[in-house]
């Protein structure tokens, strides 16, 4: 039997690997932390890197915990905690619009799935802010 063609040409020791982000050195085991920016470090960070950044800090901060695809599977919202469910947005504007529509569709979501309450969380980066918007249904009165 002759060679079929099938033949694949096998990398020379060390050639093909992956550098180690720590020491530059070809395959290492060592899981790289963070995102595509730390893999990437000549990337520059988007817009959206950015919100998602402060997605995770904000949810960690209020005692949540971040859901799967910010919301957009099965679980709803951004993240949350026993009580509530949070939406997080980030802007390095000025100004963010927010509509009654989509504070209303956030608050039947939380609702949907248990929560008693609903906040929006908006850091303004440019003014090193962060506004809390708890959603409630008009006539309700909230403790706390």
Not at 26 to 45: K, N
Not at 70 to 81: E, L, P, V, Y
Not at 89 to 116: C, D, I, N, Y
Request: hydrophobic letters at 30%; a neutral charge; charged letters at 35%.
């Amino acid at each position: 039997m002759g060679d079929t063609g099938n033949s694949r040409i096998q990398p020379s020791e060390g050639e093909g690997e992956v550098p180690d982000s720590t020491t530059g050195e070809p395959g290492s085991d060592e899981q790289v932390e963070g995102g595509l920016a730390d893999l990437l470090p000549w990337r520059a960070r988007t817009p959206q890197d950015k919100g998602r950044e402060a997605e995770k800090r904000l949810v960690k901060q209020r005692g949540g915990r971040v859901h799967p695809r910010s919301g957009a599977g099965r679980i709803k919202n951004d993240g949350s905690t026993r009580e509530a469910d949070f939406e997080v947005k980030h802007t390095a504007r000025s100004s963010f619009t927010l509509k009654g529509e989509e504070l209303k569709k956030s608050w039947v979501q939380a609702v949907r799935s248990g929560k008693e309450q609903m906040m929006w969380v908006i850091e303004f980066e440019k003014h090193g802010i962060v506004a809390e918007i708890i959603v409630k249904p008009k006539g309700v009165i909230m403790d706390g």
